[in-house]
């Protein structure tokens, strides 16, 4: 029997310091399906998401895409041939033209693919060591977390706290213990990173709202300002996403944020609120100012759970209260200084 | 003024709430690890500037500014011989066990955390008392609530159990052929000899026997000849003389009333953490029968300590015990993966205690841990596959050996697996060691934690 002891001499058997292999795959039915609207559960018990696709429309949307596909290769080739009837040199140039414009876009196109797909290979990550840490396994954690340290030293230099972090951990600890170390010790850096970072483009973005004159601007200054920041947080994190894949980030994180909004919109509302009617009191602009800057916090935050690979626990989840009253305050002091500012004027006069 | 004056009163309750002492009593019986243990945490606290201790919360947040012993007010107890212990170490010796009480009192300066007593008082300090006594004596603390009569119809009953059964003849022959002859004194004191004999041997053997009553009687301390130790208990079916059960009872209530009251009152008042240490890899190697002996003596003893309003312990002494760590050290010799396994062990074994204490309302935790480690994980390769093993220098024999102890079930044994399923836990030497720094462990910091963490508001 395998499971008997056995005491070797030291000298007689060969060995190694190193941690298990990793032995068993984590079961495929313990990551849980990608969600895209509110579970229907009731006591352990779930609805499955329904496999049925509607066939017309998948019909409809592959002839719609061939059909528009065929007119621009036509169209193309019969501006072409048009531009070479006029000119062999222009027909060559634009010709050229045209094959870059194709490359350089399939190019894009391809990146941000694999680049979205490293963050969906970042959300198998998170289950993954979730489910670790549950089940209190041993040996296994310690690679997924190496290969997550990789990927973090592309974007940013850990290598401190990274050094801290294989100070501390040593082969005595278990799964659950090692990704707590490497949370507090590793991941804590870089939230205070993103929170900074959230906290920048928030209050960046609120100025911005509160001062810009017309209704048109502020909704691209939230589109620009959000999509920059969803970048900065995506970097922090080790998973880039280009513009394409920043879109599929973006879907996911408005998803979440409907999801998880009805809860917490609940629990922080009444202070948002009570933050806004102060401000609303100051001016009506400031207040959408403040308004939006929370609301970016908040798609931050969202943003920051999807490529965070450990998941938040109750405890170190981070509030939102605190970039509101950065927020807040940025805003108010700017108004009283253009009170001030006003005042002088007066006495002037 | 009255709102000053009272505002004034609040805050020196808070400043005085703040200053807290804190009264950790370690329970073990003898060779669970009392003394490495308490070695092993003022190591990690006195080095604590550079020790890695990521479970100690307040540490890991760097909110501990210093830690430095100080004397501590009952004056008349000793100290607990840290540096003895660290020089022991240094000479690839394990400390000395334990035999007569001693004291430790450590203070921890720290940074308040909580945002409204940080206005009031920006620094704390936190006082741990350690106490430190043989492992044998705490076995005395069933013997409260006995008489004469009904301890000797324990002692019988046990007597008669496997393992300690095997050891008994000799003394159940003594026992029968004194009795018969009217007893003098000095047969009473022969006696006392050959029960005392027969405890040393159920001590000395290599079965596991735990339940070795009265503590003194193995390691009387100061009273070593005392005529206090001189009883011994009456099997039923025997008729002594009344003058003879007489002078015995009396002998049993002064040892009990005189000398383990007075020990647990002093002691093991106003303790606000217990820990209890198990020796779990020792009843793994013994088998079945010391499993079981070992789960009764345990739960005799947390069930002595116990919380309730009808116990006798709550009636006395008033204690505010909160907390119950059960902790079984030694981990380092278990191959780290299987730490779950022996921590599911510990947990199955103490069950039902564990489900008592619990329903008082105290918090019970159960950790492994290695309050010294002294080998490391390895994997060896045997029969074309890798085995988890520990690598270490084998006390028997000074020799470096790879050991793979077998495997700990997670599920609670029968007795035809517990028959089947063999173990090898070997003891093993000090091997070389910085004493400088903070001594190599294994989850002191989630011990820590567990014990005082909630005290660095």
Known sequence: MSDQPIKFDSQSVKVETSQLDDAEQVKEDLL???????????????????????????????????????AAIFESWQFIQELFAISRVLGITVAALLVSVVIAGFGTLISGRIKSKRLEYRKSIQQKLSSYSNNETYGKAAKVLDEVSDEFLQEVDISKTLALYRQTANSSHNDSELIQIYNNQVLNGLDQLALEAIRKHATESALMVALSPLAIADMALVA????????????IYGCPQ?????????????????LAGASEFVAEAGVELLGKSVAAAISSKMAQGIGVGILISRLGIQTMQICRPIEFDEDNKPKLGQIRKSITNKILSMVK???KTLNKGKDND | MAIKKQLKQAVELLDRGLDKNIRVCVTG???????????????QLLHQKKAQLPFWLAHAESRILGVKQITYTDLHIP??????????????????STINISQSRISIKFEVKNKWLKRIQPHSHLNIDIIDYPGEWLL?????????ITWSKQFYEWANKKPQSKLADDWHQSVNNLLKAPSSESDIKLLAKEFRQFLVRCKDSSEGIHLIQPGRFILPGDLDGAPVLDFFPVPSHVNISDELAEKLEQRFNYYRDNIVKPFFKEYFTSVDRQLLLVDVLKVLNCGYDSYRELQQTLSKLITSFDYGQTNWFKRMFQPKINKL?????????????????????????????????????????????????????????????????????????????????GKIPTEPMSKKQWSEQRYNFIDYAVPDLATDKQLPHHRMDRLIELLIGDKFL
């Open chain 1, 337 to 339: 200084k253009n009170d």
């Open chain 2, 325 to 405: 760590i059960i902790a079984s050290s030694k981990s380092d010799h278990v191959p780290p993966e299987q730490h779950n396994a022996m921590r599911a062990f510990l947990s199955n074994m103490l069950i039902d205690a564990e489900n008592q204490v619990g329903y008082q309302g105290i918090d019970v935790a159960t950790v492994v841990f290695s309050a010294i480690q002294v080998t490391e994980p390895v994997l060896a390769e045997h029969e074309s596959k890798k085995l988890a093993c520990v690598k270490g220098i084998e006390f028997e024999n000074n020799k470096e050996v790879i050991n793979y102890p």
């Open chain 2, 29 to 43: 019986l003898s060779g669970s690890g009392k003394t490495a243990f308490i070695t092993s945490l003022m190591s």
């Open chain 2, 140 to 148: 005395d603390l069933p013997l409260l609530d006995l008489n004469f």
């Open chain 1, 242 to 258: 280009t513009a394409f894949g920043r879109l599929g980030l973006t879907k996911q994180v408005a998803t979440n944020l409907m």
């Open chain 1, 32 to 70: 849980q399906e990608q969600q895209k609207s509110l579970p229907i559960s009731a006591n352990g018990l779930k609805l499955k998401k329904s496999a049925k696709s509607n066939r017309w429309l998948k019909w409809f949307g592959i002839s719609f895409g061939s059909l528009v596909v065929t």
């Open chain 1, 224 to 235: 620009w300002r959000s999509s920059r920041m969803l970048q900065d947080i995506s970097r």
């Open chain 2, 79 to 96: 100290e607990f011989p840290y540096k003895e212990a660290i020089s022991a170490l240094e000479s690839h010796q394990w400390p000395k």
